[in-house]
Nanobody, 125 residues
Framework: QVQLVESGGGLVQAGGSLRLSCAAS????????MGWFRQAPGKEREFVAA????????YYADSVSGRFTISRDNDRNTVDLQMNSLKPEDTAIYYC??????????????????WGQGTQVTVSS
């Protein structure tokens, strides 16, 4: 069992930056692939970024590629999402998720086994 707790959300102006962090409990964190998803009001939850167990492989949604960076620290059991050049359309609740079995379907929320409670990111224009 893994418990995930996100932090770092808040209100920022367009063009600004935020860094989200996800702290994980459990001894097996280093073996899990990790992902970030987001859900805007009235929309379905969507993939943002993912990385494999080591962080050596990273994947991004087209909408955030070049602006967001996912990274992890297996010694600290954390995975971060650095968000730069934020846009109003990035406004959403951001969730981190853990996947026990890495696959090429990292973009599908169905692949993930554990979820955090989410943290709100609001980007003002």
């Amino acid at each position: 069992q893994v418990q995930l707790v996100e932090s770092g959300g808040g209100l920022v102006q367009a063009g600004g930056s935020l860094r989200l962090s996800c702290a994980a409990s459990g001894r097996l964190f280093a073996s899990y692939a990790m992902g970030w998803f987001r859900q805007a009001p009235g929309k379905e939850r969507e993939f943002v970024a993912a990385c494999n167990w080591s962080g050596g492989r990273t994947y991004y949604a087209d909408s955030v590629s070049g602006r967001f960076t996912i990274s992890r620290d297996n010694d600290r059991n954390t995975v971060d999402l650095q968000m730069n050049s934020l846009k109003p359309e990035d406004t959403a609740i951001y969730y981190c998720a853990a996947d026990k079995d890495w696959s090429l379907r990292y973009f599908s929320e169905d692949e993930y086994d554990y979820w955090g409670q989410g943290t709100q990111v609001t980007v003002s224009s």
